[in-house]
Nanobody
Framework: QVQLVESGGGLVQAGGSLRLSCAAS????????MGWYRQAPGKQRELVAT???????NYGASVKGRFTISRDNAENTVVLQMNSLYVEDTAIYYC????????????WGEGTLVTVSS
């Protein structure tokens, strides 16, 4: 089985920065996509950013230019550096792993809360 453990959430003022980390353990295939989604109160879960095992990245429109995703394949970790945070970035952030090629198996972390105050 695969487990995803997130860390780094918390409270920050608007304009500030936070760094989220996620460590995956278990059987991780060489071909995979790791990333982050978020869900704000009363809203649907939305894409934040994803990164493939060969470092192809994709960002949600609302975070492009402010957030940066990176990964360490040897450690099976993914990091989300969040800069210039807005109050609207307040949400629970979920780490995700699509494990394997073809039809991958999807895993989710339990989520970490990011609160941006005005």
């Amino acid at each position: 089985q695969v487990q995803l453990v997130e860390s780094g959430g918390g409270l920050v003022q608007a304009g500030g920065s936070l760094r989220l980390s996620c460590a995956a353990s278990g059987t991780i295939f060489a071909i995979n996509v790791m990333g982050w989604y978020r869900q704000a109160p009363g809203k649907q879960r939305e894409l934040v950013a994803t990164i493939t095992n060969n470092n192809y990245v994709n960002y949600g429109a609302s975070v492009k230019g402010r957030f940066t995703i990176s990964r360490d394949n040897a450690e099976n970790t993914v990091v989300l550096q969040m800069n210039s945070l807005y109050v609207e970035d307040t949400a629970i952030y979920y780490c995700t792993l699509a494990n394997g090629g073809g039809i991958p198996t999807h895993y989710w972390g339990e989520g970490t809360l990011v609160t941006v105050s005005s």
